[in-house]
């Protein structure tokens, strides 16, 4: 069994920061990426940032310059840093861990999003 389990999310005003966190644990033999993703109401869920085993990352064009997707490999958790945030980036922002499980079969696994809201 594997949970993954986002916090950090709330309100916050027009140019302030969050720090969203993600820890996953279970049955997980090794963990390749981790990654952000955000759905805001009547959008499709998107890229934030991805971070790979080797510590490379993605970001969306939309929050390059604004957000850091960093990753704790011993406590299995990832955080996004989010700088000058803006109403746009109002959205249930999701964690998603791809990892090898104790079988070493791969998977990715969902965590259940927290909210992010961004408004005066």
């Known amino acids: 069994q594997v949970q993954v389990v986002e916090s950090g999310g709330g309100l916050v005003q027009p140019g302030g920061s969050l720090r969203l966190s993600c820890a996953a644990s279970?049955?997980?033999?090794?963990?390749?990426?981790m990654g952000w993703y955000r759905q805001a109401p009547g959008n499709q869920r998107e890229l934030v940032a991805t971070i790979g085993s080797g510590g490379s990352t993605i970001y969306a064009d939309s929050v390059k310059g604004r957000f850091t997707i960093s990753r704790d490999h011993a406590k299995n958790t990832l955080y996004l840093q989010m700088n000058s945030l803006q109403p746009e980036d109002t959205a249930v922002y999701y964690c998603?861990?791809?990892?090898?499980?104790?079988?070493?079969?791969?998977?990715?696994?969902w965590g259940p999003g927290t909210q992010v809201t961004v408004s005066s």
């Open positions: 279970g049955s997980i033999s090794s963990i390749t990426a």
């Open positions: 998603k861990a791809d990892f090898w499980n104790i079988k070493w079969i791969p998977r990715d696994y």
